[in-house]
């Protein structure tokens, strides 16, 4: 059985950083490119950062290279998000997404999201 679940989220205050973690079960890690997206109420769901399977990164947005980090821990299947200096705009749900990587594979993955919230 497939399963990503996000950890890390929570109540912040603004400047404060956190790091959200997803750990992969049920297919081959290592051979899916992992993403992180959020979504905001109201709002679509946005992507933020791309790792592929070689570990080359992505970022959707300039404002999220500076602030946003994407990694993988393929020992551990877990990808996660190091997020720095966080604003109130940065509330939202935050989600992984893993998607094939290699010919073979076949089939997107997302978790059940995790919450984020910038207050003071």
């Known amino acids: 059985q497939v399963q990503l679940v996000e950890s890390g989220g929570g109540l912040v205050q603004p400047g404060g950083s956190l790091r959200l973690s997803c750990t992969a079960s049920g297919f081959t890690f290592v051979n899916y490119a992992m993403s992180w997206w959020r979504q905001a109420p109201g709002k679509e769901r946005e992507l933020l950062a791309t790792?592929?399977?070689?570990?080359?990164?992505?970022h959707s947005a300039d404002s999220m290279k500076g602030r946003f980090s994407i990694s993988r821990d393929n020992a551990k299947t877990t990808v996660y998000l190091q997020m720095n200096s966080l604003k109130a705009e940065d509330t939202a749900v935050y989600f992984c997404?893993?998607?094939?990587?290699?010919?073979?594979?076949?089939?997107?993955?997302w978790g059940q999201g995790t919450q984020v919230t910038v207050s003071s």
């Open positions: 790792i592929t399977t070689a570990g080359g990164v992505t």
């Open positions: 997404k893993a998607e094939p990587g290699v010919w073979w594979e076949e089939g997107d993955y």
